[in-house]
């Protein structure tokens, strides 16, 4: 008589509520490191250039359409951001849109490990990044099951 596989000890202690507790954390991870970037769309050009420069930029000229980018793209990060800290709060709820969210961090690290690489970037800020789209990413995909409301 075949005997049923069990899980080794160690996943075993990686109940449902504790893996649904641990994609929230994921989540909110995911939602800080996308919604900060809020802070560019109210930032003055040159309060922005100081920060860019601080992460390792070389200074920028004012440009009208680049400030405009800039509000642009920190305004997507932000609504990114805003999306998963709606997941994060009712995971149950949008359970379906989860994997999608852990996809696309996962896409955008090796959005940012080719061309971190190819322009070859100093480590940081591009290890950090990388890094946290790929194990943010990660951990969302791994444990986004858990979020599936029969589950718990």
């Given at each position: 008589?075949?005997?049923?596989?069990?899980?080794?000890?160690?996943?075993?202690?990686?109940?449902?509520?504790?893996?649904?507790?641990?994609?929230?954390?994921?989540?909110?991870?995911?939602?800080?490191?996308?919604?900060?970037?809020?802070?560019?769309?109210?930032?003055?050009?040159?309060?922005?250039?100081?920060?860019?420069?601080?992460?390792?930029?070389?200074?920028?000229?004012?440009?009208?359409?680049?400030?405009?980018?800039?509000?642009?793209?920190?305004?997507?990060?932000?609504?990114?951001?805003?999306?998963?800290?709606?997941?994060?709060?009712?995971?149950?709820?949008?359970?379906?849109?989860?994997?999608?969210?852990?996809?696309?961090?996962?896409?955008?690290?090796?959005?940012?490990?080719?061309?971190g690489v190819r322009l070859?970037?100093?480590?940081?800020?591009?290890?950090?990044d990388t890094a946290a789209?790929?194990?943010?990413?990660?951990?969302?995909?791994?444990?986004?099951?858990?979020?599936?409301?029969?589950?718990?």
């Open positions: 008589m075949a005997t049923r596989f069990q899980p080794p000890a160690r996943l075993k202690a990686l109940q449902p509520g504790r893996q649904l507790r641990l994609l929230r954390w994921f989540l909110g991870f995911a939602a800080i490191a996308w919604g900060v970037s809020v802070v560019g769309v109210f930032l003055s050009w040159s309060a922005a250039i100081e920060a860019l420069q601080g992460l390792g930029a070389q200074p920028v000229a004012y440009d009208r359409m680049l400030d405009y980018w800039l509000r642009m793209a920190a305004g997507a990060f932000a609504l990114v951001g805003g999306w998963y800290l709606v997941l994060m709060l009712w995971p149950q709820k949008y359970y379906l849109a989860i994997p999608w969210f852990g996809w696309l961090m996962v896409i955008e690290g090796v959005i940012l490990l080719v061309h070859s970037l100093p480590p940081l800020p591009f290890y950090g789209c790929f194990i943010g990413g990660g951990g969302i995909l791994f444990l986004s099951r858990s979020a599936r409301p029969n589950q718990n």
